[in-house]
Every structure is written in C-alpha cells, then in structure tokens.
C-alpha cells in the first residue's frame, strides 16, 4: 500500500492538503492512504521509521517554522531511511529549489503555495505518479515461487500464496492453497521451508504466508485466512507467531 504523509505547519494548509489526499484516494479507490498529517518532523520520521513500506509519497513544506529541522532537512533525513521515497515539497519559495540537489534529494515535483489554481491538479498529479511508480517498483520487486506440478510449470506469486500443506494421505505430496484455489504437487515441507524463508512453519504439515493471516484462532488452533481457509498452529507456535503478527 501507498503511504502518504503531509508534513505542513499551516494548519489551514495542512487541511486543505488533506481533503485533496482524501478526496483522490476516495474517488480513485486505489491501493493507497493517507497515513499521518502533521506538523513535526519527529513526528513524521518516527512513522518512517517504524513502517518497513518502502516508497512512500511526502509533502513537505520546505519552510517549516520548527526547531527541529526545515522541510529540506526533513527530506534529507527520508531519503536515508527510505530511499524509494516520493518527495514533493510545498512552499512559498520556488527559488530554494536549487538546495533539494545540493542535499541530493531528488524531489518528484515542487508545489508553490502562491498558485492556488495550481495546487490541488498538482497534487492529484503527484498521488496519480507516485502510484504509478509504486505498482511498478512493487511488480519489480515481487518475489515467484515456481512449481512443477502434473508437467506443467507454475510461477506463483508470494502475494496469491496463503500456505503449503503436506497431503494427508498421499507421501511426498504437498499443496500448496492460493488466494484462488489449490496445487497438488510432489515436494516436501521442508525443502520448501527453505526456499521460501519468509514463510513461517506453524506446524510439522504447514507452512503459512504471515502477510496472509486475518487472525488466530486461539481455540481451534488454526491460523484464519482472509478467504476463510484454515491452517493448524502447533500450541508452542502460538505465541511466536501472535507476536510476529502484532510487529507487522
């Protein structure tokens, strides 16, 4: 998902900025949202910080009135943490542009706040841009899980994978379940486990996608993905993996 966060000091600006943001994500329906608005710099770059997302789309006003740090400071400090970062600053000096290059920062565009008329096509210009290169950096960046299964080979993405399950009654099979429905296959559980690290064994016949999991069902003992299917947990697995869930 697309991060967007607005960094202003300018209360009206900074709502006005947000009812754009609102208004495209509402209209456009797409993967996207406004995460944090504010006028700290502390507090933008503590969210930065704390969300592993990479490439998210900044408005930042260049001449922020805060003793931390300016609006060009603050892009300085994104860059290093998330160097996918969509930066656009809004400001009232298009002349300070020339600093973003001395900072090496390299701004998506520049808003200048005395052209209303301008500001909220500009905006809607930058979310349409950097969703566009969200998508491709994500495409970029996907990771397949290939499959050979009754002769023919299958690339499988991460993202439409749920879990592997070895077969209950046939040896040296597993399936592996999809978003979309199932493939039976020869392999075993733990050679997989090694392919695909990220994954995590909650059970000696399952190994599941962590980013797949609505939630645990403690009673049951099962992992409850979004399409309702089901994985058991070993008891000692519960625990571990209810932190790791609760991190991300």
């Known amino acids: ?22 208004e495209h ?3 456009k329906d797409d993967e996207m949202k406004l995460a944090l608005s504010s006028s ?6 503590a969210y930065t ?10 408005f930042l006003d260049i001449d922020l009135q805060h003793d931390e740090m300016n609006g060009i400071e603050l892009g300085a400090e994104i860059r290093g943490i998330d160097p996918l970062a969509k930066i656009v600053f809004v400001t009232t000096h298009s002349e300070l542009a020339h600093l973003t290059f001395k900072h090496k920062i390299s701004a998506l565009d520049y808003i200048v706040k005395d052209r209303p008329e301008e500001i909220e096509m500009r905006i809607h210009e930058c979310i349409k841009e950097a969703h566009r290169r969200y998508l491709q950096e994500k495409h970029e960046q996907m990771k397949y899980f290939k499959v050979d299964a009754n002769g023919e080979v299958w690339s499988i993405p991460y993202d439409d994978i749920l879990f ?3 077969h209950v009654n046939i040896r040296h099979r597993v399936i592996i379940h999809t978003e979309n429905g199932k493939i039976d296959f020869r392999g075993f559980l733990g050679e997989i486990e090694k392919l695909v690290p990220e994954f995590f ?3 000696k016949s399952y190994l599941l996608n962590i980013d797949k ?15 309702g299917k089901r994985a058991l947990v070993a008891q ?13």
Do not use: W
Request: overall charge positive; proline content about 4%; aromatic content about 6%.
């Open 164 to 166: 592997f399950e070895t």
């Open 40 to 45: 700290s710099p502390a507090q933008i770059l």
């Open 201 to 203: 064994r909650s059970h």
């Open 25 to 27: 994500i509402t209209t």
């Open 49 to 58: 910080k704390a969300h592993p997302d990479k490439g998210g789309l900044y």
């Open 236 to 248: 000692k697995k519960i625990a571990g993996l209810v932190e790791i869930i609760g991190k991300r």
């Open 213 to 227: 999991i609505s939630y645990i069902d403690k009673l049951t003992k099962e992992a409850v993905m979004p399409n």
């Open 1 to 22: 998902m697309l991060h967007i966060l607005i960094c202003e000091d300018d209360i009206r600006q900074r709502i006005y900025m947000e009812s754009v943001v609102k």
